[in-house]
């Protein structure tokens, strides 16, 4: 059964940084499968923040990131970066990273979901 599995939250101060990481338990997993983070806050629904398609390797962005947060990947160890710069209070949440055939910031179907880190942004 194939896994991801996501890690590198914490509690960081308002403009500080972050880089989360989600880790397919399949080295080939990223050479067919796009990844898009999300998050969620208490009380909000869940928003797609970025996706990393693939074989391609396009990005996008919410537009409450863009300038902020860069996604990449590394097929060789089937894992995909965000890297979140000048955070701010509101990009508190859980990040989820999810795998579809597209690269989809919306309610699409989505095959496989981790199970969370929590990024917590405050001072």
């Known amino acids: 059964q194939l896994q991801l599995v996501e890690s590198g939250g914490g509690l960081v101060q308002p403009g500080g940084s972050l880089r989360l990481s989600c880790v397919a338990s399949?080295?080939?997993?990223?050479?067919?499968?796009?990844i898009t983070w999300f998050r969620q806050a208490p009380g909000k629904e869940r928003e797609g923040v970025s996706c990393i398609s693939s074989p391609g390797g396009g990005t996008n962005y919410a537009d409450s990131v863009t300038g902020r947060f860069t996604i990449s990947r590394n097929n060789a160890n089937a894992t995909v970066y965000l890297q979140m710069n000048s955070l701010k209070p509101e990009d508190t949440g859980i990040y989820y990273c999810?795998?579809?055939?597209?690269?989809?910031?919306?309610?699409?179907?989505?095959?496989?979901w981790g199970q969370g880190t929590q990024v917590t942004v405050s001072s």
């Open positions: 399949d080295i080939f997993f990223l050479d067919y499968y796009s």
């Open positions: 999810a795998a579809a055939l597209v690269c989809d910031l919306g309610s699409g179907e989505f095959d496989y």
